[in-house]
């Protein structure tokens, strides 16, 4: 199975049972995708649904917290302010 991180391709083999394997097929069947496909996503959901089952277990202060990560990483780390105007806006 490969699955892409920031753009680069990581290969993982994950040992399945033969039963869910035949599983995996039956769906993979019915849905018209291939058992690749049917994995990539399962593993997709699983990830989200764990990101989601830690976030709602979060305090609002780390919420804050992450939602200040988030807004300081799509900052542009090039854009600056001179500092006079920094000690401009403390002295107000």
Same mark, same amino acid.
């Given at each position: 199975m490969y699955i892409v991180y920031n753009k680069i391709a990581m290969k993982k083999n994950?040992?399945?049972?033969?039963?869910?394997?035949?599983?995996?097929?039956l769906i993979s069947a019915y849905e018209n995708m291939s058992v690749k496909a049917i994995?990539?996503?399962?593993? !997709?959901?699983?990830?989200k649904s764990k990101e989601q089952?830690?976030?709602s277990s979060l305090t609002d202060e780390e919420k804050e917290d992450i939602g200040?990560?988030?807004?300081? !990483?799509?900052?542009?780390?090039?854009d600056t302010v001179p500092e006079d105007e920094i000690f401009k806006i403390l002295q107000e």
């Amino acid at each position: 199975m490969y699955i892409v991180y920031n753009k680069i391709a990581m290969k993982k083999n994950i040992d399945i049972d033969d039963i869910t394997l035949k599983k995996i097929k039956l769906i993979s069947a019915y849905e018209n995708m291939s058992v690749k496909a049917i994995m990539e996503k399962a593993v !997709q959901v699983f990830v989200k649904s764990k990101e989601q089952e830690k976030y709602s277990s979060l305090t609002d202060e780390e919420k804050e917290d992450i939602g200040l990560l988030a807004l300081m !990483q799509e900052g542009d780390p090039e854009d600056t302010v001179p500092e006079d105007e920094i000690f401009k806006i403390l002295q107000e």
